[in-house]
């Protein structure tokens, strides 16, 4: 996280990068149970002998909205929210782009760059930041997305 990022000085990092998450795997296990969750049971997802079959991917690959809702944590655990915040809501995603799959067992980070920072009052901040979900060896990111946060001091 960058020094000196506050509730009163995030308008100072607009432009900046709040930095990178360390890779974290997406398993199997995580995939099944968000296939579970939201219904979604299509083949790719989980039938992992089908897959090596038949798939261009030859293995299982993460449900895009599986590899979005990643973000919110790794967000989070870049520091999005300063310490001396009292909460934040998430206020929207935009300009959401699935580009490449994230294969089950592969590991991803998030990059973010704060790109916009509004005062809302003197209580609250709407930030927007740019998000990469990269996946290690590879070229392409799994997604970039615009994650709108509201902070309240």
């Known amino acids: ?12 990092f607009v432009g900046k990068e709040l930095g990178v998450t360390p890779w974290q795997a997406v398993t199997q296990t995580q995939i099944d149970q968000f ?22 991917f030859k293995a299982p690959v993460a449900h895009g909205f599986l590899t979005l809702s990643l973000l919110a944590k790794l ?6 929210v300063p310490k001396d915040a009292s909460r934040a809501i998430n206020a929207g995603v935009d300009a ?32 927007v930041a740019a ?7 590879e070229q392409d990111p799994a ?3 615009k994650v709108t946060v509201m902070l309240f001091r």
């Open 1 to 12: 996280m960058l020094e000196g990022y506050r509730f009163d000085t995030v308008a100072e």
């Open 96 to 127: 959401v782009r699935f580009k490449a799959p994230v294969r089950a067992g592969a590991r991803v980070r998030a990059r973010v760059t704060i790109e916009r920072a509004e005062p809302k009052g003197d209580a609250r901040m709407l930030v």
């Open 143 to 145: 997604l970039t997305a």
């Open 131 to 137: 998000a990469a979900l990269e996946v290690e060896d």
């Open 35 to 56: 296939a579970d969750c939201t219904g979604d049971h299509q083949w790719i997802h989980v039938d992992p002998e089908r897959c090596a079959r038949e798939s261009p």
């Open 75 to 80: 967000l989070m655990d870049l520091g999005i």
